[in-house]
């Protein structure tokens, strides 16, 4: 009787000990499986109005971006919501025109949302003079021309390779920019280059908006950006 109990003890710790497996064993892979998915927070750009632009009271504006995002791809519609500092929410979806923003300096912000509710934004600045009021300096006009602007996906190169860099900077008064008139940053690396044409091959892993940024010689900046993504 006595060997019976203790052979039927064992059993059962087996038994305890087989469960007791199998529940740590889902446990973590549980744990896994919730850790393995990260959102990607969406990334915003606005093409136009150009940061630094001035418009008289009652000029028809035309805002122009677009949102990018890894999940959800091209973001549209509510998805895209834009806000003026002085007027609050102005507009929704990638592109519309306005007419009635009120005199002053305005930060317009586009800010876009993916599926899960996650945001992501990008500002310009512009100024509304009022009826009759005559702009001192007209803001540059910068243009990237490589990369190219993708509306489907985003330029990807391999880390360590080179990845070439084009663009212009045109402005009413001064005419063609160069030089030191035209800065590169990304925002991971910073500012990586100047002037109108350059390469480099040292870009961090990463999805990076490039922006290029025009200034005049009276201080007056106009900006293009375009994403690329680095992968190792």
Known sequence: MTKFLIFNRQKFAEFLFYILCIFLIILISGCEGDSAYTNQIPIATITSPEDGSTYNEGDVIIFDGYGMDTEDKN????????????????????????????????????????????????????????????????????????????????????????????????????????????????????????????????LSEGTHIITLTATDSQGATGSDSVQIKIIP
Request: charged fraction near 15%; charge should be negative.
């Open 75 to 202: 973001l549209s519609g509510n998805s895209l919501v834009w806000n003026s500092s002085a007027d609050g929410q102005i507009g929704t979806d990638t592109s519309f025109a306005i007419t009635s923003l009120s005199v002053g300096t305005h930060i317009i912000t586009l800010t876009v949302f993916d599926s899960d509710g996650a945001s992501g934004s990008t500002s310009v600045s512009i100024i509304l003079l009022e009826p009759g009021s005559i702009s001192i300096n007209t803001p540059p006009k910068a243009e990237i021309t490589s990369p190219e602007h993708e509306t489907d996906n985003i330029n990807e190169y391999n880390l360590g390779n080179t990845v070439v860099f084009d663009g212009s900077g045109t402005d009413t008064e001064d005419g063609n920019l160069t030089g030191a008139s035209l800065v590169w940053t990304s925002s991971i690396d910073g500012e990586i280059g100047t002037g109108s044409y350059f390469t480099i091959n040292i």
